[in-house]
């Protein structure tokens, strides 16, 4: 059974730092493109980020609004996947689910949630 | 204000069947294959449409994809008080250099 399991998530001040983690288990890690997807509170879907399979010299895409904020990684050895969230704004508050695929999103964790407020 | 354009709510009585259109540009939906998504609230989506108009394992016929030039469109047939869910599209967007979803559709059955 495909299972995405993310955490780290919390209540964090303006302009401070976060980083989250997605546990996987089920499927090959290392076989697939990763994504982060996050919903703001009563929002639709907004893409954040993918990663290919490799893990240091692999492609990255960022969404405008987290590029140079946001960094995407991935450990293929741990099963994990990671988002480090810096200069963190209040429009960032949001459930953040990590996803396997880098497009099409085949399987979702249950979504951490991440609150930027002072 | 979302790249992808879905309507925000299509209602239909049960046993009816609705649509739910994504409308983009050359630049995302015209050149990219999309996905469909189905939410319920407090949970996860879930994949229901990929590669325009393929279902994965365990998605039931009642659900339909298609794609024409830069819209697509998600049918649901048979619909029953089950399937209230917000629904999402999404695609690549060649010039952003990123993914895409539209703005979420509420079906809401009668």
């Known amino acids: 059974e495909v299972q995405l399991v993310e955490s780290g998530g919390g209540l964090v001040q303006p302009g401070g730092s976060l980083r989250l983690s997605c546990a996987v288990s089920g499927f090959t890690f290392s076989s697939y493109w990763m994504s982060w997807v996050r919903q703001a509170p009563g929002k639709g879907l907004e893409w954040v980020a993918n990663i290919d399979q490799a893990e240091d010299v692999g492609e990255k895409n960022y969404v405008d609004s987290v590029r140079g904020r946001f960094t995407i990684s991935r450990d293929n050895a741990k099963n994990s996947l990671y988002l480090q969230m810096n200069s963190l704004r209040a429009e960032d508050t949001a459930i953040y689910y990590c996803a396997r695929g880098g497009v099409q999103l085949w399987h979702w964790g249950q979504g951490a949630l991440v609150t930027v407020s002072s | 204000q979302s790249v992808l354009t879905q309507p925000p709510s299509v209602s239909a009585a049960p046993g009816q069947r609705v649509t739910i259109s994504c409308s983009g540009s050359i630049s995302n939906i015209g050149s990219n294959s999309v996905s469909w998504y189905q939410q319920f609230p407090g949970t996860a989506p879930k994949l229901l449409i990929y590669?325009?108009?393929k279902r994965p394992s365990g998605i039931p016929d009642q659900f339909s994809g298609s794609k024409s030039d830069t819209s697509a469109t998600l049918g649901i047939t048979g619909l029953q008080t089950g399937d209230e869910a917000d629904y999402y599209c999404g695609t690549w967007d060649n010039s952003l250099s990123s993914a895409v979803f539209g703005g979420g559709t509420k079906v809401t059955v009668l």
């Open positions: 590669d325009n108009d």
